[in-house]
């Protein structure tokens, strides 16, 4: 019963470094998202993917890039880390429509010094 | 395009007591409407939604919500709660049928003994 996972679970990268965040999925969805969770601001969604092969964008884009090569797999990447992308990152999926039940990952906290 | 306020950033309240977490959303368009919960260093997980039909709605752990369309709200209650009950607690709101989910800032509900 995996559900989402994401990769890694915690990263310390320095400004301008780059990264890449794995979410994988074994539901079968077709629809998978990233948010970021910062204190006293909830949940931004950043990108998200509604099949495999198709991205977009969502609220808080800028800085980040996503690929959804395999249906199964959303990878979101940080080509230049700067601190204020400093932030725990949520990875989730969904069945196609609009009624589905969100599934998450257990998040990934990442620091930029 | 819909947004969703969340009233109270922090709720405390004494075990045992009834708890009301207060969500007001605006949209032009029919909604649907949801409660999730994060439990600490968790992912969120769905307590409960509301597509359509009866406005009062039933989810996990003896929490319910009603559906207010001339109010806009979805207020979140439980008539007693646990220490255990203890998390941040989200309200969303995506357009009926389509689109994605916007996430309210968060009600942390703090149960004291």
């Known amino acids: 019963n995996a559900g989402v996972t994401q990769t890694p679970k915690f990263r310390v990268l320095k400004t301008g470094q780059s990264m890449t965040l794995l979410c994988a999925q074994d539901?079968?969805?077709?629809?998978m998202y990233w948010y970021r969770q910062d204190p006293g601001m909830g949940l931004r969604l950043i990108h998200y993917?509604?099949?495999?092969?198709?991205?977009a964008k969502g609220e808080v884009p800028d800085g980040y890039n996503v690929s959804r090569l395999k249906k199964q797999n959303f990878l979101l990447g940080l080509e230049s880390a700067a601190p204020s992308q400093t932030s725990v990152y949520f990875c989730?999926?969904?069945?196609?429509?609009?009624?589905?039940?969100?599934?998450f990952g257990e998040g990934s906290r990442l620091t930029v010094l | 395009a819909q947004s969703v306020t969340q009233l109270d950033s922090q709720v405390p309240v004494f075990e045992e007591a009834p708890v009301e977490l207060r969500c007001n959303y605006s949209s032009s368009v029919s909604v649907y409407l949801f409660w999730y919960v994060q439990y600490p260093n968790q992912g969120l997980q769905l307590l409960l939604k509301y597509l359509s039909g009866s406005t009062l709605v039933k989810g996990i752990n003896g929490f319910e919500a009603e559906f207010n369309k001339s109010q806009t709200s979805f207020h979140l209650r439980k008539p007693s709660v646990h220490i255990s009950d203890t998390a941040e607690y989200f309200c969303?709101?995506?357009?009926?049928?389509?689109?994605?989910?916007?996430f309210g800032k968060g009600t942390k509900l703090s149960v004291k003994p």
């Open positions: 989730a999926s969904r069945e196609q429509g609009g009624a589905g039940e969100l599934f």
């Open positions: 969303a709101v995506s357009r009926a049928g389509q689109g994605n989910l916007i």
């Open positions: 539901m079968n969805h077709e629809y």
């Open positions: 993917s509604v099949g495999e092969g198709t991205t």
